[in-house]
């Protein structure tokens, strides 16, 4: 009997679609849905960016690409990066890919073979245990609960440092709990990381410019550069320009890093599409006003969605600083019902919360923390408003 590859037994679908996809079938069905489980920006980038790809298509070659990316758009990244604080890359430090997710999984290929141990922080985007899990690495996880902040501490990282694990993954801002380090926690953290040298670091900062609150950003080559020669920065288009669609994922890392990640670009993708990049270069150099409005809507989106959380007794909800999610524990509702429906889980909750009010988030256990939930808020204000008080009114409903 044919068969498929092993490693299939590994691959998983994402658990954030799959929500995401329910709430549209139900919606498509007649049911009145407000969605918060998917992380999408909810804004279209400015026309400077039409025109790039309107031009690009006029003007199209035809031809292949560059499998590390276009020169413009790689000088474009160098500007952001050393906008960023990160200045004194060179086009060979940097690589494209198709979005951030394609980015990582290259980045994991080229630095884990099957068993080697890559560490991140809990709660994690979903897609990092599912790439390790394809690639057969081994995870360790670093439990980072709502009573520390969802943020990981000094000694935690040291100790897991201590077993030489291949990888250091960490992301901030946050996906999914919207948490952002100071510059202090940041060189707290840096400073571990020098006294272990064996691992290399992944540092997913796709949210660079969408943080709160003046707290800025910082990175741990701001306070340790030293590290640069094993510490890869990745970045995307998609939230900060409301480009998710149009796929563009960015690295800037040593250079053999960076090389490997183009000789597999040559082998899986060859080069993101002329239009693509076009686009992708007018983003990064044009206006960024777009970008700036957007934060601070966030930022007020935030508050509304915390005033109603705070509002709920027994719900904690360490405040977000960045991105656009909100993370609660709503573990006080487990072991209570909903008319005969009894809560045992967040996935029960998010069901039943999805049933009776017609609100779709995730389950906190799909990123690693199942006594909460992600809310992502960039929908209108109207159904942010109309949402925040169905899951009021379902908390009250409980018994």
Request: hydrophobic share 40%; net charge neutral.
């Amino acid at each position: 009997m044919l068969q498929l590859a092993e490693r299939m037994s590994r691959a998983k679908p994402s658990a954030i679609m799959a929500v995401a996809d329910k709430a549209k079938k139900l919606k498509a069905a007649g049911r009145d849905i407000i969605s918060f489980s998917i992380g999408v920006p909810n804004f279209l980038p400015g026309e400077h960016v039409y025109a790039a790809a309107r031009d690009a298509l006029a003007h199209d070659s035809g031809q292949y690409g560059s499998n590390r990316g276009s020169d413009a758009l790689l000088d474009a990244f160098l500007k952001h990066l050393e906008g960023s604080g990160l200045p004194g890359y060179a086009r060979t430090n940097l690589a494209v890919g198709i979005g951030a997710k394609q980015t990582l999984y290259n980045l994991a290929e080229a630095l884990l073979d099957p068993g080697d141990e890559i560490v991140f922080p809990t709660p994690y985007w979903t897609t990092y245990v599912d790439i390790a899990d394809i690639l057969e690495a081994k995870v360790t996880t670093l439990p980072c609960p709502s009573t520390q902040n969802y943020k990981l501490l000094p000694a935690q990282l040291d100790k897991a440092l201590a077993t030489k694990p291949k990888v250091f993954l960490f992301n901030n801002p946050s996906n999914p709990t919207g948490m952002v380090y100071t510059r202090e926690e940041i060189a707290a953290l840096a400073e571990v990381v020098v006294k272990h040298p064996d691992t290399w670091i992944i540092l997913d900062d796709i949210y660079n410019r969408l943080i709160f609150d003046g707290i800025g950003y910082h990175n741990f080559l701001h306070t340790q550069p030293q590290l640069r020669e094993r510490t890869i920065v990745v970045d995307s288009l998609s939230k900060t320009y409301g480009m998710p669609g149009w796929r563009v994922g960015l690295i800037a890392a040593p250079v053999g890093v960076a090389q490997a990640v183009v000789t597999l670009n040559s082998n899986h993708i060859t080069n993101i599409p002329e239009v693509v990049s076009a686009a992708a270069t007018a983003a990064l150099t044009g206006p960024q006003d777009i970008t700036v409005q957007k934060c601070a809507e966030f930022a007020q989106k935030r508050d509304q969605v915390l005033a109603v959380l705070n509002a709920i007794p027994g719900v904690h909800c360490p405040r977000p600083q960045g991105a656009f999610y909100a993370f609660p524990d709503i573990s006080v509702a487990f072991g209570k019902k909903h008319g005969t429906s009894v809560i045992s889980s967040d996935v029960d909750f998010c069901d039943l919360l999805l049933e009776v009010k017609g609100v779709a988030c995730v389950p906190g256990s799909a990123f690693g923390e199942p006594r909460a939930l992600r809310i992502s808020y960039t929908c209108k204000s109207a159904e942010l408003t109309d949402g925040m008080k169905r899951i009021q009114e379902f908390f009250a409903e409980l018994n």
